[in-house]
């Protein structure tokens, strides 16, 4: 299989929208769409799943929860009890507090250590030389290309039909 | 969205006009206003870090405070820099849950804000422990003592876990906004910039899936940080809340403190917003509407922590406690009525104004409103805090708290490292969200409310 792809480049974000669909009608492979900035209903135009990610919310926060109580009872009421006002060693309604922040730390690091894990961002990651104007004002509609002959004409007809400012075929290393 | 009511962004900004301008005081050397600001910025801080010195090694008799008054402007200082704060949370996390679209041209900045108020804050609680070496035994970790723990039932202790926390989410939910943008400028940069900016974007590229995982990370946090930002000034209230000093133990506290926090942070948002507006030409992104939104939560919030001061007045009176009473009377006619006039004259009075149109639609009132906003906040904490603790319960410890040249040098300082962390932010990381203000654009230049097919 060769490995090229075919990139379109858009300045509208309607038009991708619209892109997507006519590639998905003639039978064309959307591999990736890169962006500047989020653009709505893509999920479904690219079938991503829905992401899991509010589980680990949860899990975390679930877990600083009972971290937070179960330390503070073992620390305040078992391990050494210290009488303080006369107040009861297990009170914890003044327990709460910590125990919420706890909650809310243990969710807040594992919705961001798990997004970074998920999409595999880390500051040693390499990332090679970056499609043109991506990052600034540009849509960038990666197709697959499986047969180097027939489809990059039609490609690259649908995509400039469809809006594309700039069509570039791609060399994969 | 944009057919009836003016834009937010000036009409015929386009998403590369937004990457150009945003990017470009990164990329070219500072304006000499920027040189000034941070030579002034930065000589206050040197005041600040002379002055925290000096009273490390010499200890705390260097400040004001004596047997009667134990917490003056260090507490005081304390409790208005985490307010402070508030208004960034508010406007990152509680706007984005509101779907407030306004809040994308101003939320990096108000965040940097929250971040750098919290630094500010927590230095106070620190340098008050006398010795601040030992800064870590508030935190509960197993020592050479028994182990012996710290008291969960302190409201004190509580702050520790309240201001870390809040510290920590604010840090990584900026940053996890930061991240687009930082690939944005990595793409523009070459060198050793283009290292720096690729290490700190974290390798992102901005594709289909990681934009979708992304949005749904923002939103979860906003929706912790939301109910965070209620407990932070709610426990920091319950510094005085639990305690037995009248002017203090006010049931009112929790909900008083969270909104005056939300009113001075949103002071602070203004000031800093329309002198950033000017200094780096951001008037195209931070519009009247911007300006107008802000005046309108200033009002409110300003009306609230009026109503919460009539019922601290109120509740003094009708509790029958004579001590009650006396406090209040004397918070307002005795020799702190000044400090009293002052917080009433710029917290309610003053922000009344802004519903005049004319006031409104003047930069300049509403920038001295807001200057004055975060002096009565100020004085607010001052007056509760000194106000409370000078008129003991016997007559005879009665004293009057004057602040030390020391003290009034902290404070100076906490001021300079919040403008010299503000000003090299401006300088070295984009200061608007440049992919949410892609997506609020004029629908004909690409944003992201241009729905509808006419490809």
């Not at chain 2, 927590?122 to 601040?132: A, T």
């Not at chain 2, 403008?419 to 932010?425: R, S």
Request: net charge positive; with cysteine; glycine share 10%.
């Amino acid at each position: 299989m060769s490995r090229r792809q075919m990139v379109g480049y858009f300045e509208e974000e309607s038009a991708v929208l619209h892109a997507l669909r006519i590639c998905r009608e003639r039978g064309l492979e959307t591999l990736d769409v890169v962006s500047p900035f989020p653009i709505h209903g893509l999920d479904e135009a690219l079938g991503i799943r829905r992401t899991r990610l509010p589980w680990l919310t949860l899990a975390g926060g679930l877990a600083g929860l009972a971290l937070g109580l179960a330390a503070q009872y073992w620390s305040s009421a078992s391990d050494w009890p210290l009488d303080v006002g006369g107040k009861p060693f297990d009170s914890f309604p003044a327990f709460v507090p910590v125990a919420f922040e706890l909650t809310i730390l243990g969710a807040g690091l594992c919705t961001v250590f798990g997004l970074l894990g998920r999409i595999g961002l880390h500051p040693w990651r390499r990332v090679g030389p970056t499609r043109p104007r991506t990052s600034d004002d540009r849509i960038a509609i990666v197709l697959a290309q499986h047969d180097a002959r027939v489809e990059p004409r039609e490609m690259r007809q649908v995509m400039l039909e469809c809006g594309a400012v700039e069509v570039v075929e791609e060399e994969l290393p | 969205m944009v057919s009836s009511t003016p834009p937010l962004i000036a009409h015929d900004t386009r998403p590369r006009d937004v990457t150009r301008d945003v990017c470009s005081p990164l990329e070219r050397k500072p304006k000499a206003l920027w040189w000034l600001g941070l030579l002034v910025a930065g000589s206050a801080l040197l005041l600040g870090v002379v002055c925290v010195a000096y009273q490390i090694r010499v200890g705390i008799g260097t400040w004001g405070l004596d047997r009667t008054v134990g917490w003056g402007f260090d507490i005081t200082n304390f409790v208005f820099w985490v307010g402070i704060g508030h208004a960034g949370t508010l406007i990152s996390a509680v706007l984005l849950l509101f779907r407030q679209k306004w809040r994308t041209s101003i939320n990096r900045s108000a965040e940097a804000m929250t971040i750098f108020a919290v630094i500010c804050a927590g230095l106070f609680p620190v340098i008050h422990m006398g010795r601040p070496w030992l800064a870590f035994w508030v935190f509960p970790y197993p020592n050479g003592r028994g182990p012996l723990w710290v008291n969960f039932r302190s409201a004190l202790l509580w702050d520790v876990f309240a201001i870390g926390t809040y510290f920590t989410i604010s840090l990584l939910f900026w940053y996890v906004g930061l991240i687009p943008d930082l690939a944005t400028v990595r793409d523009r940069a070459r060198g050793w910039r283009r290292k720096v900016y690729g290490w700190l974007s974290l390798g992102w590229t901005g594709t289909a899936r990681s934009w979708s995982r992304y949005e749904v990370a923002c939103a979860l946090l906003a929706a912790l940080a939301t109910p965070l930002v209620v407990s932070v000034h709610s426990v920091v209230s319950s510094d005085f809340a639990t305690s037995v000093i009248p002017g203090w133990h006010a049931n009112v506290f929790p909900p008083y403190f969270v909104i005056g926090a939300v009113f001075s942070g949103f002071g602070m948002v203004l000031t800093l917003m329309l002198v950033a507006r000017k200094v780096m030409g951001y008037e195209r992104y931070i519009t009247h509407s911007h300006i107008l939104a802000m005046c309108k939560v200033l009002v409110f919030t300003g009306s609230i922590v009026g109503l919460a001061y009539a019922t601290e007045l109120f509740t003094a009176w009708y509790s029958g406690s004579a001590y009650e009473q006396f406090t209040f009377a004397n918070r307002m006619r005795g020799p702190m009525g000044w400090a009293y006039g002052i917080m009433v004259g710029c917290n309610v009075v003053v922000p009344q104004l802004l519903w005049l149109s004319r006031v409104r639609h003047s930069v300049l009132a509403v920038f001295v409103i807001s200057l004055l906003v975060n002096v009565g906040m100020w004085f607010e904490r001052f007056v509760i805090i000194v106000g409370s603790l000078e008129r003991d319960f016997l007559p005879s410890s009665w004293t009057s708290y004057v602040p030390t040249p020391v003290e009034l040098g902290t404070l100076i300082g906490s001021f300079g490292l919040f403008f010299t962390l503000f000003l090299l932010f401006c300088r070295y990381l984009p200061m608007i969200s440049m992919s949410e203000v892609k997506t609020v654009l004029a629908p004909e230049h690409g944003g992201a409310h241009s729905h509808g097919d006419h490809a």
